[in-house]
């Protein structure tokens, strides 16, 4: 799971172990040093959980795990574990793709199942949710004023949500990707996309001229 941060960056990285669980842990890695076939880090945190796809809170304090659980009804289960305590509170039901906001006051996470999934952003306690639209893997501007996320009902489309306005305002900022992972800067000014089958690119929003690549 990698996620745009400012300086240094905490990542939490998937361990899969011998019976094929992954322990999402949280790990400190230089962004502008990254190569991507040889990541070496050392452990910020002895902390693990059983989960997918970890975020870590702006702070460091908490980490946000998606766990599946089975039963009558088996589903995605979006739960919020503190490092320090370990204790783990259950957020929302059908929740993952969880992304906190700058101030870590909110959560914006994919409730549902299938493709089409709600963008909803809820309070850090899980108290207050908004629905803000389809898709997957939201991500925040750097004042958390708008909400990034790819458009489930497009073609692979990077739509931007104005969170501040009201009504709220949604528009597309980068259409005709090639694949459906994609992220945008805090900073507004950079995305961050797969370019299948091995290509990862980093281009302006605004002109789409690439930035750089590892081809």
């Not at 370990?86 to 700058?102: A, T």
């Not at 994919?110 to 899980?126: F, H, L, M, P, Y």
Request: one cysteine or more; a negative charge; aromatic letters at 8%.
């Amino acid at each position: 799971r990698n996620r745009y941060a400012d300086a240094v960056a905490r990542l939490t990285l998937q361990h899969r172990q011998q019976d094929g669980r992954t322990a999402p842990g949280v790990f400190p890695q230089n962004t502008l040093n990254l190569r991507p076939k040889s990541l070496a880090v050392q452990p910020l945190s002895v902390f693990t959980t059983m989960g997918w796809s970890g975020s870590v809170s702006p702070m460091g304090e908490r980490l946000l795990v998606s766990r599946w659980v089975d039963g009558s009804e088996p589903k995605w289960v979006l739960f919020r574990c503190d490092v320090t305590t370990e204790d783990s509170v259950k957020l929302v039901d059908g929740g993952n793709d969880e992304s906190w906001s700058p101030d870590g006051s909110r959560i914006a996470v994919c409730v549902g199942d299938g493709a089409a999934k709600d963008i909803t952003v809820i309070s850090a306690d899980g108290m207050q949710a908004e629905r803000i639209g389809k898709g997957y893997m939201p991500s925040w501007s750097k004042d958390g004023s708008k909400l990034f996320f790819m458009d489930s009902s497009s073609t692979w489309t990077m739509m931007r949500c104005d969170l501040s306005a009201e009504p709220k305002s949604t528009e597309a900022v980068f259409t005709d990707l090639r694949d459906a992972f994609a992220q945008v800067s805090p900073d507004e000014k950079k995305i961050v996309f797969a370019d299948p089958p091995e290509n990862i690119v980093i281009a302006d929003l605004t002109t789409r001229k690439t930035i750089a690549s590892n081809s």
